[in-house]
C-alpha cells in the first residue's frame, strides 16, 4: 500500500515481487512514453512537490476503501523520460479480479486528470508544447461520480 | 496576510518565476487572481483564462470561489495530464 514519485526507472517484475500475497487477483498497468510517429523524443514531466505524494496516497486509500483492495501500488516518474521509457505504474490486488481491474482503472482516471502532474514534449528541435488535458480523461472521470478523493471535486 | 504563490508548468514560465511571497487581504482565490493580474503583464498574461487555470489551497484542489481563509501555499497550474 505505497504510493511513490521518482526520477529513476522502476523494474515491475521487481515491483510486483512480494506484492500482493493472499490475494485472489493482481492488475498491473504501465504507461510508456509514445513516439508519435517519431515526433516525439522524450517527455518532460513537472510535478508539485509535497502534494503529489499526498494526492496519490489519498487516491491509493480511496480506491482501497471502495474496491476491497488488500494491496496497492502506485508509482509516477518525474523529469526527463526518453521515448519507449515507463512512466508510471499501477498495481492492484483484490480477492476476486473484478474489483482489481476496476480500482486499477479508477485509479488511472485519478491520476490523468487529479494528480498534479505536467507533460511537455521534447522534440528534435528542443522543447515543444505543453501536452493539453483531454476532455475524454475528464468524462472517463465522471463515471465514478459519488465519491471524491478531493473535497473540491 | 503573508501567502506563498507557486506557479506550475506553462503558469510557470508565462509568470516567469515558480514562486513569490505575496501580501494580500483577498478573501478569496479569484479576489486573489484579480490582485495577482494587476501586479504586471507576465501576471495578466498568465491568468487571462480561469478556464485553464486550477488551484490547490495548502496542497489540496479547490475552486476559484474557495475562500482562502488559513492558507498559506497557494498554487496555480494547468489542467493536469499525469498518467
Redesign the interface.
Known amino acids: 500500500m505505497t504510493a511513490r514519485v521518482q526520477t529513476d526507472a522502476f523494474d515491475l517484475g521487481q515491483e510486483m515481487a512480494g506484492f500482493g500475497q493472499g490475494a485472489g487477483a493482481i492488475v498491473t498497468f504501465s ?1 510508456l512514453v509514445r513516439d508519435e510517429g517519431g515526433r516525439l523524443v522524450a517527455l518532460e514531466i ?1 510535478h ?1 512537490p ?2 503529489t505524494e ?1 494526492a496519490l496516497d489519498a487516491y491509493g486509500r480511496e480506491a482501497a476503501a471502495r474496491f476491497g483492495l488488500t494491496d496497492w501500488r502506485i508509482i ?1 516518474r518525474h523529469g526527463r523520460l526518453q521515448a519507449g521509457e515507463q ?2 505504474m499501477v498495481a492492484t490486488a483484490a480477492r476476486h479480479r473484478a474489483a482489481a481491474f476496476e480500482a486499477a482503472e479508477y485509479l ?1 482516471d485519478w ?10 514534449e521534447i522534440t528534435a528541435e528542443g522543447p515543444g508544447d ?4 483531454k476532455g475524454a ?1 475528464e468524462d472517463a472521470l465522471a463515471r465514478w461520480q459519488g465519491t471524491s478523493c ?4 | 496576510m503573508v501567502v506563498d504563490v507557486l506557479y506550475f508548468a506553462w503558469l510557470r514560465e508565462r509568470v516567469g518565476q515558480a514562486r513569490e511571497r505575496v501580501e494580500t487581504g483577498a478573501g478569496t482565490v479569484r479576489e486573489l487572481v484579480a490582485e495577482l493580474a494587476a501586479k504586471d503583464e507576465w501576471h495578466a498574461a498568465a491568468l487571462s483564462d480561469l478556464s485553464a487555470v486550477r488551484v490547490a489551497l495548502d496542497q489540496e484542489l479547490a475552486d476559484l470561489d474557495a475562500p482562502i481563509a488559513n492558507a498559506r501555499e497557494i498554487a496555480f497550474f494547468p489542467p493536469m495530464t499525469g498518467g
Open positions: 504507461g513537472e508539485y509535497g502534494m499526498k509516477h512512466i508510471m488511472m491520476l490523468k486528470s487529479r494528480a498534479p502532474f505536467w507533460k511537455r505543453w501536452v493539453e488535458a480523461d478531493n473535497p473540491a471535486d
